[in-house]
């Protein structure tokens, strides 16, 4: 076995008008034409030995991309990217590994085999549908806790990276902290629960110029905390645009060879959130797969069910009463005069990092949760994205998996979604915001988004080279994404 694996994908894509549609580009890592055009896609890593201690490693995933997609309104001839997604090395020690250079930040193994499957991958933080960001990062893998007997493991990674796109306040910097738990109930049961949090950050705004790099301020920001002087946002809430989601995963293996994992997977933007004041909001999933590797017609198959239209509710703040004036400061301004209820979360936006969640153009988390401009067309991956358009939503998603004729792997996907833009900025009809709960009632833009991804195998053009012929049928029917129709079709190759 050589110590490496190498795959180089040539594909052409082609839509009936306009843009691609949505399966054909989400969560693929950026790295996909727009619109009709050609992509030669590199992958190659080095294969990690566990029966050893010590032990480097690299990686690289970069793209060509010529397609011919312009907002509308823009016309222009057709562009060629340069596209990378990974360019890193990294050093193992047993449980830990220290990364340098491009990565991607999800939870790669989050849901196994499931992950290919999945609107989020099993993170609705980060998904796979952008590049990966540059910076240094340490992972530790689920080790074992003494006294234990091996039952209980922790995990966690933590990182600090730069962001590269073009951005409403400029180069911030991104800190990510990850920790969790898995208990091993049972030789069947496994539970997994966890927190993952994003911190922007740095950088220089418009407004404020450029915001404070200071040790004080790492540790308040890593700490969650607001900053003793700075822009208002800063000093009044926490340091940065802060956001993450906390996670809860069972997994049950059956003893005919299957398995079934159930997980719920929260989204918080501030401190209401992570008092789950935004209960019952969060991505809920059931998946059902093989064990082991057999090659039926069905080998997995998922459900999930999105659901973020209560943000911890309809209101941020109402008038403080003369009796709570009382016990307040008169010359603190803010809370002075107004009682912080916590509600209208704004999930991916932010005030100051006006960019928020979003790296050139597309959504780090969620895809459902569209870009500004999805809707009116105005989307432009290379300008600058004020955060997303849409961010409350309930999706049904259904998806599976297996081989055709025992030969040809293939995945499934159908997402139905009622999308309903932002509190304050909804897509259509009056809005909740401000509003007692159920006295409005709302109008979603229906959306219907299917995808079929077929890979058949043509045997070894060289030793250890095997070929196969991709293909990929995807259409949009609704009214957020215009009404298209589209296919890939190109030739793998993958060198072990």
């Known amino acids: 076995m050589n110590d490496f694996f190498l795959s180089l994908l040539l594909l052409g894509s082609l839509s009936s ?196 790099l200071t040790l004080d301020h790492y540790f308040r920001m890593a700490l969650g905390m607001h900053a003793a002087s700075g822009s208002k946002s800063d000093v009044l809430n926490v340091i940065g645009d802060q956001r993450g989601a906390e996670f809860l995963r069972i997994k049950w293996a059956f003893s005919s060879g299957w398995s079934l994992t159930a997980q719920h997977d929260i989204p918080y933007d501030d401190s209401s959130g992570m008092r789950f004041q935004n209960f019952p909001d969060g991505v809920n999933t059931l998946f059902l797969s093989r064990n082991v590797d057999r090659r039926e017609w069905v080998t997995a198959i998922l459900y999930e069910y999105h659901n973020t239209m209560w943000q911890s509710g309809t209101r941020h703040d109402r008038p403080t009463t003369d009796e709570e004036k009382q016990h307040l400061d008169p010359s603190d301004e803010y809370h002075y005069e107004r009682h912080i209820i916590g509600g209208g979360d704004n999930y991916f936006n932010n005030g100051e990092y006006r960019t928020a969640w979003t790296n050139y153009g597309r959504t780090i988390g969620n895809p459902l949760f569209f870009p500004k401009g999805t809707h009116a067309g105005t989307w432009d991956p290379a300008g600058v994205t004020l955060g997303v358009e849409n961010n409350r939503i309930r999706a049904h998603h259904f998806a599976l998996s297996g081989y055709l004729f025992q030969k040809a792997p293939y995945r499934l996907m159908l997402t139905y979604s009622c999308n309903y833009g932002l509190y304050r900025v909804p897509y259509a009809g009056e809005s909740q915001w401000e509003k007692d709960p159920g006295t409005v009632k709302e109008t979603p833009l229906r959306q219907v988004s299917m995808g079929l991804d077929v890979s058949v195998p043509l045997g070894n053009v060289f030793r250890r080279c095997p070929m196969s012929l991709v293909f990929g049928a995807y259409a949009d029917k609704g009214s957020v994404l215009p009404d298209t129709s589209g296919m890939i079709l190109g030739l793998k190759c993958e060198f072990r």
Do not use: C
Not at 33 to 46: D, F, I, N, V, W
Not at 166 to 183: K, S
């Open 17 to 212: 008008g306009g843009p691609m549609p949505f399966w054909a580009t989400a969560n693929r890592y950026g790295l996909m034409p727009e619109a009709s055009g050609a992509t030669a896609l590199l992958q190659a890593y080095s294969i990690t030995d566990p029966e050893k201690a010590w032990q480097m490693g690299w990686g690289v995933r970069s793209a060509v991309t010529r397609d011919s997609y312009h907002p509308a309104g823009v016309s222009g001839a057709p562009a060629t990217r340069l596209l990378v997604d990974q360019l890193y090395v990294d050093v193992r020690w047993k449980n830990l590994k220290l990364y340098a250079g491009a990565q991607q930040l999800g939870n790669s193994a989050f849901l196994g085999s499931g992950e290919s499957l999945s609107v989020t991958g099993g993170s609705v933080l980060w998904s796979g549908n952008v590049r990966g960001v540059p910076g240094v990062s340490l992972h530790l893998s689920p080790a074992a806790i003494p006294f234990t007997q091996g039952r209980l493991r922790i995990f966690g990674s933590w990182g600090e990276f730069r962001m590269t796109d073009r951005r409403y306040t400029v180069d911030p910097l991104l800190h990510r902290m990850m920790a969790g738990l898995e208990w091993r109930v049972s030789p069947r049961w496994t539970v997994w629960a966890g927190l993952d949090h994003y911190a922007l950050w740095g950088g220089v705004n418009p407004e404020n110029g450029r915001m404070p």
